[in-house]
């Protein structure tokens, strides 16, 4: 072999081994940019949470709230299905009787709160409801300690036999312990408004409990707009 064909030889090899490195990195950019297909991962990842959700919100299509006061406690439960549900109560804690009470809501509950409105040491338990459809219609469903021995229903007059602060009146009540009464608020129906979207001012009724002569009432105060 002549000295030139052995130069180009060595030259021809020389670029050989030069090019394998390049291919292997090649390959490796590419194995490198598997990785990058994480993003399917990334949205089972967004399927699992979507799945949390839907069990969260399984889990929370009933209404179960725990209210303790004055060493008393109140569990109250709703299964909120349909139209119409059962609203049970279990107190603990009271001396005589911690039997269950109940008693059928029209619509859901949709919030309760434990209080002492006439301050006399047993507390109250106040269960919010709303009705379907367009108005909401709200009330409450309530019960009083009597001195810490048994549970007595209480009960609230209809709006609707008071003229004056029914007025207007067309739902959507939100209800809240605000210090020694209990509050309802809703917006005035102006003429022309739609059901589901009163436009009038926020009328305020205050309540409070006092000793019926057959069990516990809840008084209207006089109503205030703003």
């Not at 049970?88 to 008693?103: E, M, Q, R, Y």
């Not at 739902?171 to 020694?180: K, L, N, P, R, W």
């Amino acid at each position: 072999m002549k000295l030139n064909e052995i130069k180009l030889t060595v030259v021809i090899a020389a670029v050989i081994a030069a090019m394998v490195p390049v291919q292997a990195a090649d390959k490796d950019g590419e194995k490198g940019k598997k990785p990058a297909k994480s993003g399917k991962s990334g949205k089972k990842a967004g399927k699992g949470s979507a799945a949390q959700k839907v069990e969260e919100k399984a889990s929370g299509g009933g209404f179960r709230k725990e209210l303790s006061m004055q060493g008393v406690t109140f569990l109250v439960v709703s299964a909120n299905r349909g139209s119409e549900n059962r609203v049970t109560v279990t107190p603990a804690g009271l001396a005589k009787d911690n039997a269950v009470v109940s008693a059928e809501a029209d619509g859901t509950v949709v919030g309760a709160e434990v209080a002492d409105l006439d301050a006399d040491g047993s507390p109250e338990v106040y269960v919010y409801t709303r009705s379907a459809g367009s108005g909401s219609y709200g009330a409450v469903l309530a019960w009083a300690a009597n001195r810490k021995q048994t549970l007595s229903a209480v009960t609230m007059p209809d709006l609707m036999a008071d003229k004056v602060a029914s007025a207007g009146y067309g739902g959507h009540d939100e209800f809240a312990v605000v210090e020694s009464s209990l509050v309802r608020r809703f917006k005035v129906m102006r003429p022309g408004d739609a059901n589901a979207s009163p436009t009038g001012k926020v009328r305020q009724i205050p309540y409070r409990l006092e000793a019926g002569e057959a069990g516990w009432v809840l008084r209207a105060g006089k109503p205030e707009e703003f």
